[in-house]
């Protein structure tokens, strides 16, 4: 049974930093590219960022470029999102996701989610 769990989400002011991780069991992490969704309330969910399976392909979406950094520990079946200069904005439900390989900016096309974790930046 895979099991897909987020952590390090919280309450931070704007201008501050977060960690988020993501630890996935019960699938062969080194065979997954990993993505990190958001979702804000009323709004549609998004892809922030995502790793190649072997961590040597990422990929953001513009607003986050130059803030935020995936990264992936595949001997610890563990993802990771440095998040900087947090805004308002990013304020939203962050999710982690696993598909086979190589990154996708679809949803659909990711296999398994976590439950997520709650991102609120305060101006």
């Known amino acids: 049974q895979v099991q897909v769990v987020e952590s390090g989400g919280g309450l931070v002011q704007a201008g501050g930093s977060l960690r988020l991780s993501c630890t996935a069991s019960?699938?062969?992490?080194?065979?997954?590219?990993m993505g990190w969704f958001r979702q804000a309330p009323g709004k549609e969910r998004e892809v922030v960022s995502c790793?190649?399976?072997?961590?040597?392909?990422?990929d953001y979406t513009d607003s986050v470029k130059g803030r935020f950094t995936i990264s992936r520990d595949n001997a610890k079946n563990t993802l990771y999102l440095q998040m900087n200069s947090l805004k308002p904005e990013d304020t939203a439900m962050y999710y982690c996701?696993?598909?086979?390989?190589?990154?996708?900016?679809?949803?659909?096309?990711?296999?398994?989610w976590g439950q997520g974790t709650q991102v609120t930046v305060s101006s």
């Open positions: 019960g699938l062969t992490f080194d065979n997954y590219a």
């Open positions: 790793i190649s399976w072997s961590g040597g392909r990422t």
């Open positions: 996701a696993a598909k086979s390989l190589y990154c996708s900016g679809s949803r659909a096309d990711y296999h398994y």
